[in-house]
């Protein structure tokens, strides 16, 4: 199994206010992006969104195995163990108990 991940997808989530950065970056969250490295601020504005500060942060798409955790509700107790499949492409699934 190669263990190097490659960037597949790079792009760059903007707002004029933290808010607005926040809803961009769960965007892309939910699209199998990531975070790469640390947000950052510059004062020039964002074209098209407006304000005097604009908030960045890069985000990539990886072939790095994504694993999805079941959300639980606030009056769930999570279990102390999970079974969690790995499904790689070169490789078939794999169990994993945490």
């Known amino acids: 199994m190669n263990n190097e991940f ?3 997808d790079y792009r760059t989530a903007c707002g004029s206010t933290p808010g607005e950065l926040d809803t961009a970056v769960m965007e892309l969250l939910g ?22 500060l604009a908030f960045y942060q890069a985000m990539v798409l990886t072939n790095k195995p994504k694993v999805m955790l079941r959300e639980f ?6 279990p ?11 490789a078939p699934a794999a169990d994993i108990t945490r």
């Open 6 to 8: 490659k960037i597949i």
């Open 31 to 52: 699209s199998g992006y990531e975070p790469f490295g640390s947000p950052y601020l510059c004062n020039k504005p964002v074209e098209g969104v407006g304000g005097e």
């Open 73 to 78: 509700a606030a009056h769930e107790t999570p």
């Open 80 to 90: 102390k163990e999970m079974n969690i499949s790995v499904v790689t492409d070169d």
